[in-house]
């Protein structure tokens, strides 16, 4: 079935550097499109979101990027601080699903000093 | 002040037993959830909620029952447990299709 996934499940990054996350998506009818950030023993944050209408949104040192040409998705954090050490997700709503996300694999972000 | 509660956070269990994991916002969400996480972090839809009525089931066994008693409330009931269950579960509120808001998780271990 369709689904969103990720590019790298890893990714180690010195403090200071900038981070880019990547996810393809394969549903060109979610409108909607989420990244999460979750902690050990957490539950999922919510960083910033972005909408089919847009390509480009800017949060506090986190950007989100969305290239619909190519169902694809980023998540740049400026500056990475070890407090950003954690798993990003990214989502999509699904289709006719009452708003419901569809996940994908996660992105585990280990910053170093 | 928390904006999305579940109890308990550990819930350990024998196989074949009966439990129910509560979930509770104080956001004046109209939308609810259950997530299920299981042991590679992959986070999997099972159950939304749109004013008290359930929206969507994504395939889950029918010993999983969700009940909302109202607006803030989404408890999720699971009878005869089974090894395969063992997962955190995440509860989650939104206002319709806006941001959702999670819960700290509920880590379930079926023995």
């Known amino acids: 079935g369709e689904s969103v996934g990720l590019h790298l499940p890893t990714l180690s990054v010195q403090e200071g550097d900038n981070s880019i996350i990547n996810c393809a998506y394969s549903n060109s009818a979610s409108d909607y499109f989420i990244w999460y950030k979750q902690e050990s023993g957490k539950g999922p944050q919510f960083i910033i979101d972005?909408?089919?209408?847009?390509d480009k949104r800017q949060g506090q040192r986190v950007t989100v990027l969305l290239n619909k040409t190519v169902k694809h998705l980023s998540l740049q954090i400026a500056a990475t601080q070890p407090g950003d050490s954690a798993v990003y997700f990214c989502?999509?709503?699904?289709?006719?699903?009452?708003?419901?996300?569809?996940f994908g694999k996660g992105t585990s972000l280990l910053v170093t000093p | 002040d928390t904006a999305v509660s579940q109890t308990p956070k550990y819930l350990v269990t024998q196989m074949g037993n009966d439990k129910s994991i509560k979930c509770e916002q104080n956001l004046g969400h109209d939308t609810m959830y259950w997530y299920k996480q299981d042991s590679k972090k992959f986070l999997k839809i099972m159950f939304s909620?749109?004013?008290?009525?359930?929206?969507i089931n994504e395939t889950v066994p029918n010993r999983f029952s969700p009940k909302s008693p109202d607006k803030a409330h989404l408890n999720l009931h699971i009878n005869s447990l089974e090894l395969g269950d063992s997962a955190v579960y995440f509860c989650?509120?939104?206002?319709?299709?806006?941001?959702?808001?999670f819960g700290p998780g509920t880590r379930l271990t079926v023995l």
């Open positions: 909620y749109n004013n008290k009525e359930l929206i």
């Open positions: 989650a509120s939104s206002q319709r299709g806006n941001e959702q808001f």
């Open positions: 972005i909408r089919s209408n847009m």
């Open positions: 989502a999509e709503n699904l289709s006719n699903s009452g708003y419901a996300l569809n």
